[in-house]
């Protein structure tokens, strides 16, 4: 099994209102491609970190092998999510991927 952990950190130009909104939307954007990609096993997003977070947001996916984590990387519904859901509001992104 591979994980990928993505952490990410909103941009700094959005109220808390926005923030809360953006989060969920990514949540329920990502955690709905399980089923739809095949390889991926498990997928969370984790939106409410402990004050001493220094991230907003934390992917935690699960794939069988390190071939399905590729075509999750380029599968049409994870590339739209990431575009149109993600990468417009997030500034900082940092990743790790191990197999377990």
């Known amino acids: 099994m591979v994980k990928h952990i993505i952490l990410w950190k909103l941009k700094d130009e959005y109220s808390r209102e926005q923030i809360e909104s ?28 402990l004050a001493s977070s220094n991230a907003d947001l934390m992917l935690d996916s699960s794939f069988e092998d390190e071939e399905a984590l590729k075509l999750y990387a380029d599968h049409p519904a994870h590339v739209a999510v990431a575009d149109e859901k993600v990468r417009p509001f997030t500034a900082e992104r940092n990743c790790m991927d191990f197999i377990v």
Do not use: S
């Open 22 to 49: 953006i989060k969920l939307d990514i949540k329920e954007n990502l955690e709905g491609l399980k089923g739809k990609i095949p390889g991926l096993t498990d997928i969370k997003v984790i939106t409410e970190g």
